[in-house]
């Protein structure tokens, strides 16, 4: 990890979030790849703070390359609530306002993009593929004939313990609930509140129940 550690940028983000004392421990440390978009916002890491708690650009698939870069693109809040790996070519984006929470022990293994414009919440010990966005928003407004806002932001949940397969599409009101397996290539619109589901189709139903996932 050392050979590929971006320092310089990794310092600068750590102190300009947690000052000196906490920066200089380096509780997120960025590979050389990473581009730092926007640093804005505010950064909260919800325990005690260590070196490398935070990941972001190491980790990567069999198909990925060390061309590929991840993005910071911060202007709102984002909160970790523990150990979190980000691999290479992973895009976060929190707009103004908006607030993305990330549990503990959370992983994407490569090229995955989480964009934020209202609220997005991942609970802990979730596991997401490479190629899979969520996406909050529908990036356009449109506006009805009396100027009414017509497709607000929504809200996306993932539960706790959730395993997203490689390309899905997850979009603004989605819930899954904790202990849940998407297919690779699912879209999801909509809430699935029930656990330990499997979920699966474009649009996505849920096409098995009372399954189990173990984290190791």
Not at 27 to 52: D, Q
Request: glycine share 10%; proline share 3%.
């Amino acid at each position: 990890m050392t050979k590929y550690l971006g320092l310089p940028k990794s310092l600068y983000l750590n102190i300009k979030y947690f000052g000196i004392k906490d920066g200089l421990k380096l509780p997120i440390m960025l590979a050389g790849k990473v581009v730092l978009k926007n640093c804005k916002g505010t950064v909260k890491i919800g325990s005690p703070l260590k070196r490398g708690m935070i990941l972001i650009g190491f980790t990567s698939t069999p198909l990925s390359t060390l061309k590929e870069h991840s993005v910071w693109n911060i202007e709102g809040e984002l909160e970790f609530k523990g150990n979190a790996t980000l691999g290479r070519g992973t895009k976060i984006a929190v707009g103004k306002n908006a607030k993305l929470t990330i549990g503990k022990h959370f992983e994407i293994t490569a090229n995955s993009s989480i964009s934020c414009h209202n609220e997005i919440v991942i609970g802990e010990k979730c596991l997401f593929s490479w190629d899979i966005l969520l996406l909050d928003t529908d990036g356009h407004p449109y506006f009805s004939q009396q100027n009414e806002l017509m497709n607000p932001n929504g809200k996306i949940i993932v539960g706790d313990n959730c395993w997203l397969g490689c390309r899905c599409l997850v979009l603004k009101n989605t819930q899954i609930g904790s202990g849940s397996i998407v297919a690779s290539g699912s879209l999801l619109n909509k809430k699935f509140e029930k656990t330990d589901c499997l979920i699966a189709g474009a649009p996505a139903k849920i096409k098995k129940e009372n399954i189990s996932r173990t984290k190791s």
